[in-house]
């Protein structure tokens, strides 16, 4: 049966973009690969025991990209988003949208924003759609 792998993302800045994945959303470096002759490294990062993962693109010399208007974000469900939101804030954490429920429903959801522009959403498990 197939299965989804991964999300790639290009940033500008690798080092900043893995601290910010794994030290404030506490994923962990899974696989880092460089490719010096294509000008690019590759560092995959996720959750200890979950398969799927985001994909960090780095092209040498790159320093930023435009995310344009077909991007829209990445999930990550949680058990308490307020306790969430209240850790990623006092680590240096951007947060664009406070915890609440969605517009025209009862998902509580809260957003979060990497070092290069993509949004993370934060849904709080219990109150997800079914």
């Known amino acids: 049966m197939p299965s989804i792998l991964h999300t790639m993302i290009r940033v500008g800045d690798l080092e900043k973009s893995v601290d910010f994945y794994t030290k ?5 470096e899974k696989k880092r690969r460089d490719f010096p002759d294509g000008k690019f490294t590759l560092v995959f990062v996720g959750y200890e025991n979950e398969p799927y993962e985001i994909e960090l693109t780095y092209n040498y010399g790159v320093e930023q990209y435009d995310i344009g208007t077909g991007f829209g974000h990445v999930a990550i469900g949680v058990e308490d988003i307020h306790k969430v939101v209240e850790d990623i804030r ?17 998902t509580v959801i809260a957003f979060v924003e990497d070092p290069n522009g993509y949004k993370i959403e934060l849904i709080e498990k219990k109150t997800m759609l079914q």
Do not use: Q
Request: hydrophobic share 25%; glycine share 22%; no cysteine.
């Open 24 to 28: 404030i959303l506490g994923m962990k």
């Open 90 to 106: 006092n680590i240096g954490g951007k947060i664009t949208r406070e915890p609440g429920p969605m517009k025209h429903g009862t």
